[in-house]
């Protein structure tokens, strides 16, 4: 492995690599460590492009700390529908409370008060005391292991605790003093556009002339992951049930599961797939009948698949029509007309679309 000593070279050239090829983008115009905490939530589990249009219609909406604080959580999970993950938006409501309510409504200016804020783990701090306040502290993602994998030759898993501490250490003996908000957001864009996970361009890369990986053509092995993360499949069939009146029926989700808090359908779940016969034929099915006095079934959607991080979905709809309902705790009777001012799971919408 290459020696992890004496590394100002890193620092020189991903700095002058990213002074003419990072990406401007809203955030880095900012020193508002509340608009760049909105960024690096969002950013979490979403890519820039995707996340970009919900960043700035998310904080027009919710341009400060207070704003978003004293917002109800159903508006803040329907402006943040459609970028999955919902717990990262109740965490940005409660951590917003957190902070009008015991720090003054000012944002927390130090690595450690912004780790204590509700889901804000070591990069996100990181990367907020960086960008901010300038202060020294690596941020370590996805991209920057890869990139620092590659480049110091390093197969320690990053999925592991030794590992972990072991890139935490090095990021901080690289980290620029002078410019660290620039440096973390240098490795962020180096491992998005050029040391991808797959067909990095090299040719393009900064730090070609150093990498381990590069010069024992090692670029497909690294970074190396020890956890192999189970797929688990779930078959749900939801009932878009139709009501005297253009109404229809949905339901919150409240259970310890995907989607808390956000609005679907009745939905049956399977642990194999069923055809019609199969599915009228079940308990929960004749249940629904009698809660709603019969359904009608008038129209059913090809199976959409659905990919989460641990689960895969096979979903299908069902639209049927009723003449009585008697609902229960977590559902409500809406105007269809009506339904568009509720947060749907990103599926819920591909399934409207393929009626």
């Not at 115009?29 to 996340?51: C, F, M, N, P």
């Not at 190396?224 to 499949?233: H, P, Q, S």
């Not at 989607?259 to 249940?287: H, R, V």
């Not at 003449?323 to 919408?349: M, V, W």
Request: with cysteine.
């Amino acid at each position: 492995m290459t020696n992890k000593t004496n590394n100002n070279w890193f620092g020189d050239l991903v700095l002058a690599w990213y002074a003419k090829n990072g990406r401007q983008l809203p955030w880095r115009e900012t020193k508002d460590a509340y608009r760049i905490w909105i960024s690096e939530i969002i950013l979490q589990q979403t890519q820039v492009a995707q996340g970009l249009p919900y960043y700035l219609r998310f904080t027009e909406r919710f341009p400060t700390v207070k704003a978003l604080a004293e917002a109800n959580e159903d508006e803040v999970l329907k402006y943040w529908q459609g970028l999955g993950y919902y717990s990262r938006a109740r965490n940005l409501h409660a951590a917003a409370q957190y902070v009008c309510n015991e720090l003054g409504g000012q944002m927390p200016t130090d690595y450690e008060g912004l780790h204590a804020m509700k889901g804000v783990g070591d990069y996100t701090a990181a990367d907020i005391a960086a960008l901010a306040y300038n202060l020294p502290h690596a941020a370590i993602d996805g991209n920057v292991y890869r990139v620092l994998s590659r480049v110091f030759g390093i197969d320690t898993p990053i999925d592991s605790t030794k590992g972990k501490k072991e890139f935490a250490q090095l990021g901080a003996q690289l980290i620029s003093t002078t410019e660290p908000g620039n440096f973390n957001q240098s490795l962020m864009d180096l491992g998005a556009t050029v040391c991808t996970p797959k067909n990095a361009l090299c040719e393009q890369c900064p730090l070609n002339g150093k990498c381990y990986a590069l010069q024992n053509n090692q670029i497909d092995n690294l970074p190396v992951k020890e956890k192999k993360t189970k797929v688990r499949d779930r078959h749900f069939y939801y009932f878009k049930i139709e009501l005297p009146g253009n109404d229809m029926v949905i339901r919150q989700r409240t259970d310890k599961d995907i989607w808390i808090g956000l609005f679907d359908f009745p939905m049956i779940e399977s642990e194999t797939e069923l055809d019609a016969n199969a599915l009228a034929k079940t308990p929960a099915f004749e249940q629904l009948c009698q809660r709603f006095n019969g359904l009608t079934i008038t129209h059913c959607t090809t199976t959409v698949k659905h990919q989460l991080s641990h689960q895969t979905l096979y979903a299908t709809l069902l639209t049927c029509q009723a003449t009585n309902a008697r609902l229960e705790s977590n559902e409500l009777r809406i105007g269809q007309s009506q339904f568009d001012n509720y947060a749907i799971p990103k599926l819920i919408e591909k399934l409207i679309e393929a009626v």
